[in-house]
């Protein structure tokens, strides 16, 4: 599945996570801002990395902003702006 556009899922409020994707060039890119960097940032682009994969994703640019959401949470704002990111919504 290829990205088509920029779009973008969640807020910056505490328990949310802000993700933004666009095209990219050939690979995933993930950069990851978070208030629980040091605790759980590999599990946390373990998990942007799960749900790439399972829409289908193979190349694009994902920034995430996490303010200490639950997986649920990311893996919710990362299959939205997958969506709107593939013209879907």
Do not use: W
């Amino acid at each position: 599945m290829e990205i088509l556009k920029r779009a973008s899922a969640g807020t910056m409020e505490s328990s949310d996570a802000y993700v933004e994707i666009e095209p990219g060039n050939g690979s995933i890119d993930i950069t990851l801002e978070s208030v629980v960097l040091k605790q759980f940032g590999d599990d946390i682009c373990h998990t942007i990395q799960e749900v790439l994969a399972e829409q289908g994703v193979t190349s694009a640019n994902v920034r995430v902003i996490d303010r200490g959401a639950l997986e649920c949470v990311l893996r919710a704002r990362v299959e939205t702006a997958v969506t709107r990111g593939k013209g879907d919504a």
